[in-house]
């Protein structure tokens, strides 16, 4: 064969290649830009695969310390705000990418997300400086006014570690956000997965094997995430329909204003959940002491996992909505919400029941050590009395992306505080402590405040679809 055929036959490959890689790209694109329902369920099945490995991991995580004792798993519940808050601001650029870059999509303006992704990745590095340099220098005060006590040396140890690796896990979550705005929930899938598995593989060499106690299990947790880092790196070299290309990158300050409209609220979404979680820590040591707040770290691990489903439906109907709001196809809204809040709400109450019957059993696998013993009855109590909660948490969640995905990030974050912070730390309070229910009192104010906050929350997002449409059609009739 002559020099010539060869190059031939090779430029016919690359042609082929490249054909096959652009459909795979459009894929994604044309999914959140087709029918919503299938939409949902197409993009939501993957991340709910993903988002359970990761629990998953948590879950095993929790049960590998829980063999360090009582304090250890203490420890962890003090770090939980604090590492929330973080991830909170990073999962809320992953939000921000999600809404802007799935909205440039539907108004088909490809340059424009390809922009937005670059300027998420500025924002990641600005981001994980500042965080590393404020955790590092108040991580300490921070647990002892959340009143780690003797639990203190162990969160220092676990937090620093995990805050030392914030670059990998901040830029992880932010890349997750451009996938989901393309569509491409199959790289998160892939990137999630791996990330679970290799900290359950790493969890007990680096806790027991090399015993590094509660150390080695910030340490798996970081190494984790920088493997995946470097594999979403090589993705982003030609394997994704968003390009990042240094230098086509041009400073906007619409599309960074656009990002931070959704990002910012997105994240203090988590920093309310996190005070939540504080606010919730303070009342059970004035109540109960350090064993409530491991009884509530332990079910909260659980609680997490069970509606998982339930925000992967939410999570993936941002991009969906973020789509058919640039597409200016705003009936798509209402679908969006009426399917994702059935789906999640059949799911939710079959997920309630496993739980209510199964709380003993899932109790004793955080209780098999001696040390932790003491506390199965009160996590099983936790646990039936929080199977209450899942069945609101689709309308709630729900009309939180309706707000991210069409850029009103404020609207979300004000209805995840009255949700989440006033109506729940109220009614925990209240029934706990002028009521004296104690820690039982906690947990149903917890379920009481997220049943009202949802339904507020519902009203509200279909009040603002409504005015879209009818908005919509007094200008289909002007024009006409």
């Known amino acids: 064969m002559s020099d010539n055929d060869k190059d031939k036959k090779k430029l016919h490959s690359n042609l082929n290649n490249n054909f096959e890689k ?18 949902i369920l197409k993009l939501s099945g993957p991340m709910i695969v993903a988002m359970l490995m990761t629990s998953l991991y948590n879950l095993i995580d929790g049960i590998w310390v829980a063999g360090l004792g009582q304090d250890a798993l203490a420890a962890i519940g003090f770090i939980t705000p604090i590492f929330m808050v973080v991830m909170g601001f990073s999962n809320g650029l992953g939000a921000g990418a999600t809404s802007v870059i799935s909205r440039f999509i539907g108004a088909n303006k490809k340059k424009e997300a390809d922009n937005a992704a670059l300027h998420i990745m500025l924002l990641t590095i600005i981001f994980t400086v500042i965080i590393m340099v404020t955790v590092g220098l108040f991580l300490k005060p921070i647990l002892q006014i959340l009143g780690a006590g003797s639990t203190l040396e162990f969160g220092l140890e676990y937090g620093y570690i995990i805050f030392g690796g914030l670059i990998f896990l901040i830029f992880t979550s932010s890349s997750y956000g451009i996938f989901r705005a393309e569509g491409n929930v199959k ?11 290799l900290n359950i593989i790493l969890d007990p060499i680096f806790i027991y094997t090399l015993n590094m106690g509660i150390a080695g299990a910030g340490i798996a947790t970081v190494i984790s995430m920088a493997v995946v880092s470097f594999i979403i790196l090589y993705w982003f070299r030609g394997d994704t329909y968003i390009n990042l290309i240094l230098k086509d990158f041009k400073y906007s300050s ?158 979300s974050f004000i209805l995840t505080t009255i949700r989440e912070l006033v109506l729940a730390v109220v009614f925990a309070y209240i029934l706990a402590i002028p009521l004296g229910f104690g820690q039982q009192g906690v947990w149903w104010g917890i379920v009481i405040g997220n049943i009202f906050g949802s339904l507020i929350a519902f009203a509200w997002s279909k009040l603002y679809i409504q005015k879209l ?12």
């Not at 809040?341 to 739980?355: E, F, N, P, W, Y």
């Not at 449409?469 to 006409?480: E, G, H, L, M």
């Open 22 to 39: 652009n459909n795979e790209e459009t894929e994604g694109v044309s999914t959140i830009l087709g029918d919503p329902k299938k939409a």
């Open 254 to 411: 619409d599309i960074m204003k656009k990002i931070l409209v959704v990002g910012l609220p997105a994240g203090s979404e988590f920093l309310i959940m996190a005070i939540l979680a504080g606010s919730l820590n303070i009342i059970l040591v004035a109540v109960s002491g350090a064993d409530a707040v491991a009884v509530y770290s332990v079910g909260w691990r659980v609680i997490l996992i069970a509606i998982i489903p339930v925000i992967s439906i939410s999570i993936s109907a941002v991009a969906i909505v973020g789509a058919s709001f640039g597409a200016k196809k705003y009936e798509n809204l209402n679908i969006i919400q009426n399917h994702s809040i059935k789906l999640g709400t059949i799911i939710s109450i079959i997920t309630a029941v496993a739980t209510f019957i199964l709380a003993p059993y899932i109790a004793g696998i955080f209780t098999y050590s001696p040390e932790t013993a003491g506390l199965n009855g009160l996590i099983t109590e936790f646990l039936r009395v929080m199977s209450l909660f899942y069945i609101f948490v689709p309308i709630g969640s729900i009309a939180a992306s309706i707000f991210q995905g069409v850029g009103r990030g404020f609207d």
């Open 469 to 480: 449409i009818s908005i919509k059609n007094k200008n289909i009739r002007t024009n006409n």
């Open 187 to 197: 790289k998160v899938t892939y990137a999630m997965t791996l990330g679970a598995i």
